[in-house]
């Protein structure tokens, strides 16, 4: 099975340009996850969509940032215009949805993609 | 607020040493979840364990055992004979019931395992 796989793996972009960040899931999976570490920091969460549906955008910093799933397949997530503050790794997560008769309490482990390294000079 | 705190930022192990990775969360949340990560230099993040915060049984995985303790809200993750190929950034992670896997994470602790 493919794993959840992003691209690119790094990107270096000045200050005041766009950069798009793709994520591609595991097949299957409905649950997908953007989150983002600064260097030396946390992790930290920024949005979910299932499917095509932004479930939870609470993470996301400002509207430079804009996340779309269109067909609740692969994701992008862009950032414009880009500043020195959005350098950090992005990683792409997906999990499954529970099935029915799962506890609603039923938190899948989320499979984590290499990571976009973005770099904003 | 939920908040997870990984005091060691760093570590460095001799090769057949055994060490211990610390994690202490708050949550208010009376059913959590509570997750390690390990992302090697290759820079993914893989799933470790998964322990649900009604089940404090300790678990283990063949070198790896983690610790569960609720009274001081600890998730300690041991691993035991370690190896060069541990070496990693390894992140403990908490996540709230019915949050679908929303992950508050800790800073990490990079292990450095030396020959």
């Known amino acids: 099975e493919a794993g959840v796989t992003q691209f690119p793996s790094h990107s270096v972009i000045e200050k005041g340009q766009t950069v798009t960040l793709r994520c591609d899931p595991i097949?299957?999976?409905?649950?997908l996850y953007w989150y983002r570490r600064v260097m030396g920091k946390e992790i930290k969460f920024l949005l979910h969509?299932?499917?095509?549906?932004?479930?939870?955008e609470s993470g996301m910093p400002n509207n430079r940032f804009l996340a779309e799933r269109t067909g609740g397949t692969y994701s992008t997530l862009k950032v414009q215009p880009a500043e020195l503050e959005d350098s950090g790794v992005y990683f792409c997560?997906?999990?499954?949805?529970?099935?029915?008769?799962?506890?609603?309490?039923?938190?899948?482990?989320?499979?984590f993609g290499n990571g976009t390294r973005l770099t904003v000079t | 607020a939920q908040k997870v705190t990984q005091a060691q930022t760093e570590i460095s192990v001799v090769e057949k040493e055994d060490v211990t990775l610390d994690c202490v969360y708050e949550?208010?949340?009376?059913?959590?979840?509570l997750f390690w990560y390990k992302q090697p230099p290759s820079g993914e993040l893989v799933f470790l364990i998964r322990?649900?915060?009604?089940?404090?049984q300790n678990e283990i995985s063949g070198r790896y055992s983690w610790n569960f303790q609720k009274s001081t809200s600890s998730f300690n993750f041991t691993i035991t004979a370690s190896q060069v190929v541990d070496s990693a950034v390894y992140f403990c992670?908490?996540?709230?019931?019915?949050?679908?896997?929303?992950?508050?994470f800790g800073t990490g602790t990079r292990l450095q395992v030396t020959l």
């Open positions: 997560a997906s999990s499954q949805v529970p099935g029915q008769g799962a506890s609603l309490s039923y938190n899948s482990p989320l499979h």
């Open positions: 097949s299957g999976h409905d649950n």
């Open positions: 969509f299932v499917k095509e549906s932004k479930q939870d």
């Open positions: 949550t208010r949340d009376t059913t959590y979840y």
């Open positions: 322990r649900n915060s009604f089940d404090e």
């Open positions: 992670a908490l996540s709230g019931r019915g949050t679908a896997s929303k992950l508050t």
